[in-house]
């Protein structure tokens, strides 16, 4: 029997590298560096499409999206998060909310949160009130507080809509 109600947690971390800005929840934020990855280095729509697909238990990003591929070499994490949306859609879940926590001693984002949560609602075609986005700092402590990178945890409710 299939369960109606399903939870998710998505994790993603990235570390800073030369640049001079980073991508978060879709938002080009300017920064003094920029974040190492494959692809555009999202880590918010990495997280939350961690979450997503573990929720309805179809792996990880990584799986459906591997760094090895060439195919998504500076691929908009965006376009991923809707892909990911897609497979849920496809086994038969919709999204009930998301809540989000992003770690980052710098640079400040409170300016930004609106929009991120505008970008990941418009993506998985809910209300931005599905949405919840926080920042916090770690007061200076381990990675993240050395200013190294960026972490960020997501959880999301699905709801079984159709299918058996």
């Known amino acids: 029997m299939q369960t109606t109600i399903r939870i998710g947690h998505g994790y993603d971390v990235h570390a800073f590298c ?29 997280a939350v499409c961690d ?17 090895t ?6 691929a908009n ?37 609106n929009a991120m949560v505008d970008h990941i609602a418009q993506d998985l075609g809910v209300a931005r009130s599905q949405v919840n986005i926080k920042a916090t700092t770690t007061e200076r402590l381990g990675f993240v507080g050395r200013e190294e990178g960026i972490a960020v945890y997501a959880v999301c409710l699905v709801e079984r809509v159709h299918g058996a």
């Open 18 to 46: 030369d640049g001079d800005s980073i991508v978060l929840g879709g938002c080009r934020i300017p920064h003094h560096s920029g974040l190492k990855a494959h692809s555009d280095g999202d880590v918010l729509c990495h």
């Open 77 to 113: 994490s965006r376009e991923l998060l809707r892909g990911v949306h897609e497979l849920l859609i496809a086994d038969g879940y919709a999204v009930v909310n998301i809540d989000a926590t992003i770690i980052a001693q710098a640079p400040k984002l409170s300016a930004y949160k």
């Open 51 to 67: 979450a997503l697909l573990g929720s309805v238990a179809l792996g990880d990003i990584g799986e459906h999206f591997p760094d």
């Open 69 to 74: 591929d060439a195919q998504w070499r500076d």
